[in-house]
């Protein structure tokens, strides 16, 4: 078993390595990197200042990776450290000193188009790029993180304590994060700020902000309520207190000072709807536990009475469920639980606060999956009943529903233990078109959203995340079916 599990994970984890970085070569080799100003507002406002478009230009390649790029300041402050004789303008002797150090250090020298001050720019190979992808990925804290030159006094540390702001929590000194370890009410009840995942700048839209915040961060309108913050001030606020990060002494604002007594005073905000991610997921797990809810009975039912009334009636429903395409089976069910139930059909018309606009998305999400699964438990269903166990199972007496629920379902139930996780991270993953109909705020609406605004930071998130989850489903169906069924035993020589 242990063995097995290594190599699982193993492969699993070389399968995510391969998938992501294709996707990361595709879209950085084949996709035209001025298309990520195509829908960018910003772009087009800075067309008639050339200087400035140049300077937005090549800090948005630089956050995106494609380049390492120095702006004028920078570039003069970064060679004028062994030329003291340099200075910022245009002249043939600072040009001369700059090609020099550009030509030394591998970089390209550049003039903007009307001040004519200097920069410089480096293209960054597409292997480099996927390394430090990958080498960024993971980041741990710890005492020593926070570098901070303005309080060289810093205290390092890493104690569990009872804070008067959180409660009980591992609290750190001179980490990013001040509470690594704490606990509140909302699931998984136990909180970390001690790993993060990294996956980059997401560029052109929620611009400037971390990819893994915009997955998994809150959305909609912030959370605000009355709090106490740590200098004992009340007032009412959105901040989440749990997340504050490490500022440098000389960049605390006055503000802060009035109501943080440490250097932990930058917070990120509560929100009133759920993540992306936790809305996707949200509406899979319900969908999944729908779908088998009803096709597990419905499977049974057909399988009992093979070629007889409720069997050819099931066939028929199955096959117009499979005939009819996804895009039209999703409004035609909208409009029917729209204008016969009263559902709203837009996630936006109550948000996610309210459970009403989870519903249609979720039944339609559901719906679209049973089909597959009424065939596929109806099929091993009827090919069981010429088994032998269920001969004898007759000859004991026992009556069709009896063999039907004592022994051929629990048979079956090892393939459909098996397919639950991958049906589950297949409804949270699988959901692009529905989420798009509805309006929904979740990861399968992200993808076609980013792809079409060419950010391609979250593009490549988002694909790894799906690949993580859909190889991670596969081993927990191993698992699962292996606890349901012992005499299952997994191991490296599949025995």
């Not at 998938?19 to 067309?47: C, S």
């Not at 979720?362 to 999956?369: E, F, P, Q, R």
Request: net charge positive; no cysteine; hydrophobic share 40%.
């Amino acid at each position: 078993m242990k063995r097995y599990l290594s190599f699982r994970i193993l492969r699993s984890i070389v399968s995510i390595f391969l998938v992501t970085t294709i996707t990361y070569a595709v879209i950085y080799t084949m996709v035209p990197r001025r298309n990520v100003f195509k829908d960018d507002p910003n772009y087009g406002k800075l067309k008639g200042k050339p200087d400035e478009l140049a300077n937005y230009e090549n800090t948005a390649f630089s956050k995106m990776g494609y380049i390492e790029f120095l702006s004028s300041k920078e570039l003069i402050d970064k060679v004028g450290e062994d030329n003291e004789e340099l200075t910022g303008e245009p002249t043939p002797e600072n040009k001369a000193i700059l090609q020099e150090w550009a030509d030394k250090n591998g970089w390209t020298l550049n003039q903007l188009p009307i001040s004519q001050a200097f920069y410089v720019t480096k293209d960054i190979p597409l292997p480099k790029r996927v390394y430090r992808f990958y080498a960024n990925m993971i980041q741990i804290d710890h005492p020593w993180k926070v570098q901070d030159p303005s309080n060289p006094d810093l205290k390092r540390s890493l104690r569990f304590e009872n804070d008067e702001t959180v409660g009980f929590a591992l609290v750190g000194s001179g980490t990013q994060f001040k509470y690594q370890i704490y606990f509140n009410s909302q699931f998984p009840y136990i909180h970390q700020n001690i790993v993060h995942l990294n996956l980059g700048v997401s560029y052109p839209t929620f611009a400037g902000q971390k990819v893994m915040d915009v997955i998994a961060g809150g959305q909609g309108k912030t959370d605000s309520h009355e709090m106490t913050f740590p200098t004992g001030v009340t007032m009412k606020s959105a901040a989440n207190l749990y997340s504050r990060q490490y500022q440098d002494s000389d960049k605390i604002s006055s503000k802060d000072k009035k109501l943080f007594t440490d250097n932990y005073v930058v917070t990120q905000n509560n929100y009133k709807d759920p993540s992306m991610i936790g809305i996707s997921f949200r509406m899979g797990v319900v969908a999944v536990f729908l779908a088998y809810g009803l096709g597990i009975p419905f499977a049974m039912l057909m399988a009992r009475f093979k070629g007889k009334f409720p069997d050819k009636v099931g066939i028929g429903l199955v096959t117009v469920l499979i005939s009819v395409p996804s895009l039209a089976f999703i409004y035609f069910f909208r409009f029917i639980g729209n204008r016969w139930f009263g559902m709203p059909d837009s996630f936006p018309t109550y948000g996610a606060g309210d459970i009403r606009s989870f519903v249609l998305p979720t039944v339609i999400l559901g719906l679209l999956s049973l089909s597959s699964i009424i065939i596929w438990i109806r099929r091993y269903m009827i090919d069981q009943q010429s088994a032998d166990y269920v001969k004898f199972a007759k000859a004991k007496g026992l009556n069709s529903r009896e063999i039907a629920r004592k022994h051929i379902f629990k048979n079956a139930a090892i393939p459909i233990a098996n397919q639950i996780p991958a049906s589950i991270i297949g409804a949270i993953t699988g959901a692009t078109i529905t989420e798009t109909v509805f309006a929904a705020p979740g990861m399968g609406k992200m993808l076609p959203d980013a792809i079409m605004s060419n950010n391609n930071p979250v593009v490549i998130a988002i694909v790894f995340v799906f690949t993580t989850v859909a190889v991670t489903s596969i081993l927990l169906g191993d698992l699962t079916m292996a606890m349901v069924d012992p005499r299952i035993n997994l191991s490296a020589g599949g025995e």
